[in-house]
């Protein structure tokens, strides 16, 4: 064999040895989603997948079917396989101290993306996610210009418990409370989910005979606005006109619904949050231990103005 030939054979061999150690070395993170209640969510799921892809991330996804003892035990199960960080999306709030403590002891960093949990903050590294009490602040703030502070409201919840079902009702009711002719006259949990705002928005119809001296439908997420949408539309109602909707999460199709004139208001949740959440984890495993508790993801109010614009940038 030529010199030349050595050279390059072991060039060749060394650098399958970088690449062997690379792939060896290569993070494995775990992650407990809620579920696919919602269009976010699946848009977020897809995101995180594409993202630790990109970062040649191994990443286990477990989806907990909007049950609290399914992410429990798929935490408990990152942690048996020792992997590097365990990212969680709590269903709800509470409930979680124990695992976390399990996390700790075992070594493995915790991560809290979306929504929050109630517990001791020394047992995770921080929380990427956006603010949701704003959020509902800004859907308050809107629907009271809109309305000129006049508006009897039906209200449709996320998930009890929840972070986002918790904090948007807060911020929004924070807002109404400074005008006395605004309040809730009806609030029902219809789980995030587009059958369950549209089976409730049906019950508050028969309930208000047709929504009789209602001004506005406030909902928690864009996929019970649009469950609602279709309920007050078979019942011959016209949302978007005889009805105000504001809704949270900026999906395609309540852009659609914009478009249509049946949708008046969304606040944007943003489900390309991968690279943040990522950005914070590898960060820590790298060294940098001074994340704040919080890493704030933005959020702003959307409208027909630019709902065409918002639905091209999101693909739809
Ligand atoms: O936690 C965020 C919320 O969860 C989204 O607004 C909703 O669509 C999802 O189910």
């Known amino acids: 064999m030529s010199i030349l030939k050595h050279m390059l054979a072991a060039a060749v061999g060394a650098a399958a040895l970088a690449g062997l150690s690379a792939s060896a070395s290569a ?13 976010w969510r699946t848009a977020f799921s897809a995101d995180m997948k594409a993202e630790a892809e990109k970062r040649g991330i191994k990443l286990q ?9 399914n992410q429990l035990k798929a935490v408990r199960s990152f942690i ?16 979680w101290d124990q695992v976390l403590k399990e996390a700790q002891a075992a070594k493995i960093p915790v991560f809290i993306a979306d929504r929050a949990v ?6 995770f590294v921080t929380r990427i996610a956006a603010d949701f009490n704003l959020e509902g602040r800004l859907a308050g703030a809107w629907l009271a210009q809109a309305s000129k502070g006049n508006c009897n409201i039906v209200e449709l919840q996320g998930t009890v418990g929840s972070a986002p079902a918790i904090e948007r009702k807060k911020g ?3 807002v109404i409370s400074l005008f006395p002719n605004m309040k809730i006259v009806k609030s029902q949990s219809g789980n995030f989910t587009t059958s369950g705002g549209k089976e409730v ?4 119809i028969k309930a208000t005979d047709g929504l009789k001296d209602v001004c506005a439908v406030w909902a928690h997420n864009d996929n019970m606005m649009l469950g609602a949408i279709q309920a007050m539309k078979e ?5 978007g006109k005889d009805v105000l909707t504001v809704s949270v999460d900026g999906v395609p199709d309540i852009f659609k619904a914009m478009l249509a004139g049946e949708s008046d208001a969304s606040v944007e949740l943003k489900s390309d949050i991968g690279k943040y959440i990522y950005d914070v ?5 790298k060294g940098k231990h001074d994340y704040p508790k919080w890493v704030l993801i933005p959020s702003d109010l959307h409208t027909p103005a630019d709902a065409a614009e918002m639905l091209k940038k999101k693909g739809g």
């Open 27 to 39: 993070q494995t993170i775990g992650f407990s989603q809620v579920g696919s209640e919602s269009d």
């Open 235 to 239: 019942a011959g109602l016209k949302p």
């Open 201 to 204: 928005m049906e019950s508050f």
């Open 61 to 69: 996804f477990s989806d907990a079917q909007q049950k609290e003892e």
């Open 118 to 123: 109630e517990s001791d903050p020394s047992l």
């Open 80 to 95: 048996a396989q020792k992997v590097d960080a365990i990212i969680i999306a709590p269903v709800v709030v509470t409930g």
């Open 172 to 174: 929004f009711e924070a």
């Open 281 to 285: 984890v590898q960060g820590y495993l």
